[in-house]
């Protein structure tokens, strides 16, 4: 079922703004392009709903209740996908090696500085694996490119909270239980917290036990298994999401009619 179908499921009184966010799976920014528009919509605007089908945005530190940065997140990915296969003491080491460069950077000020600090930090990790380490190969440009873009340079310096702080419209934040891209019931905890903490008391949570990172699901519930698997996603996360979208519609429909 598309988002579109989704959509026109809904009944949403002809009193109502309902604020239509995309309901994609792909883009690791779609979420927080939807989080960054929400936090532009003036608070007298009624029945503006989010729903945040969690992606990558996400981290925390265990230490506070303050949603952490992109860096987070992908350090912790990178902790998390690869102790299937590898062993630890090889997991600490990629973890340690990714912390290195996602910390060049988010400190760069110089782009040419830090192409030259790349390809210097991954030449000696190169050198320590005993492997072919070649500059100009097409594959070696590639990885440089995508380490050095706009989009990783903002993603590391994310900070979910500063936008969630300001949706104060209902939300629906959900995940998959086996996600191995976010760490699923505290993700869903601090974004629930934090919502709370700056009065938006209107925030439902679900975790869906057994589904993956795309609501399938799953048995292995690694990356490589999404496209093995033939449902997109899961009927039950569909149905809850047009009931719940239906219910805040309702209510502040309710509201408006005895606000007359």
Same mark, same amino acid.
């Given at each position: 079922?598309?988002?579109?179908?989704?959509?026109?499921?809904?009944?949403?009184?002809?009193?109502?703004?309902?604020?239509?966010?995309?309901?994609?799976?792909?883009?690791?920014?779609?979420?927080?392009?939807?989080?960054?528009?929400?936090?532009?919509?003036?608070?007298?605007?009624?029945?503006?709903?989010? =729903?945040?089908?969690?992606? +990558?945005?996400?981290? =925390?530190?265990? +230490?506070?209740?303050?949603? *952490? %940065?992109?860096?987070?997140?992908?350090?912790?990915?990178?902790?998390?996908?690869?102790?299937?296969?590898?062993?630890? /003491?090889?997991?600490?080491?990629?973890?340690?090696?990714?912390?290195?460069?996602?910390?060049?950077?988010?400190?760069?000020?110089?782009?040419?500085?830090?192409?030259?600090?790349?390809?210097? *930090?991954?030449?000696?990790?190169?050198?320590?694996? #005993?492997?072919?380490?070649?500059?100009?190969?097409?594959?070696?440009? @590639? #990885?440089?490119?995508?380490? #050095?873009?706009?989009?990783?340079? =903002?993603?590391? /310096?994310?900070?979910?909270?500063?936008?969630?702080? /300001?949706?104060?419209?209902?939300?629906?934040?959900?995940?998959?239980?086996?996600?191995?891209?976010? %760490?699923? *019931?505290?993700?869903?905890?601090?974004?629930?917290?934090?919502?709370? @903490? !700056?009065?938006?008391?209107?925030?439902?949570?679900?975790?869906?036990?057994?589904?993956? !990172?795309? =609501?399938?699901?799953?048995?292995?519930?690694?990356?490589?298994?999404?496209?093995?698997?033939?449902?997109?996603?899961?009927?039950?996360?569909?149905?809850?999401?047009?009931?719940?979208?239906?219910?805040?519609?309702?209510?502040?429909?309710?509201?408006?009619?005895?606000?007359?």
């Amino acid at each position: 079922m598309s988002s579109k179908e989704i959509l026109d499921q809904l009944i949403v009184p002809s009193n109502i703004k309902l604020v239509k966010i995309q309901l994609e799976q792909d883009t690791k920014s779609a979420c927080s392009t939807a989080l960054y528009s929400l936090s532009k919509i003036p608070s007298n605007i009624e029945g503006a709903i989010s =729903f945040i089908a969690t992606d +990558n945005i996400v981290s =925390f530190d265990k +230490n506070t209740n303050i949603l *952490s %940065e992109g860096f987070d997140i992908l350090v912790w990915q990178t902790r998390k996908v690869p102790s299937q296969l590898m062993p630890i /003491n090889e997991v600490e080491k990629a973890v340690k090696r990714q912390k290195t460069v996602l910390t060049m950077i988010k400190q760069s000020k110089d782009s040419v500085q830090l192409r030259n600090a790349l390809i210097d *930090s991954l030449g000696t990790w190169a050198v320590e694996q #005993q492997k072919v380490f070649m500059v100009n190969t097409p594959e070696f440009q @590639a #990885q440089l490119k995508q380490l #050095q873009s706009p989009w990783l340079r =903002f993603f590391i /310096n994310y900070e979910p909270s500063s936008y969630l702080k /300001n949706v104060k419209c209902p939300v629906f934040a959900i995940n998959g239980s086996e996600d191995m891209q976010v %760490e699923s *019931s505290e993700n869903l905890r601090k974004i629930d917290s934090v919502l709370k @903490a !700056h009065r938006n008391k209107a925030v439902k949570i679900k975790e869906y036990k057994g589904m993956n !990172h795309l =609501f399938q699901r799953c048995v292995a519930c690694d990356i490589a298994e999404y496209a093995k698997i033939e449902t997109t996603i899961e009927q039950e996360v569909l149905d809850d999401i047009i009931v719940w979208l239906n219910q805040v519609t309702k209510k502040s429909s309710e509201k408006q009619v005895k606000r007359r």
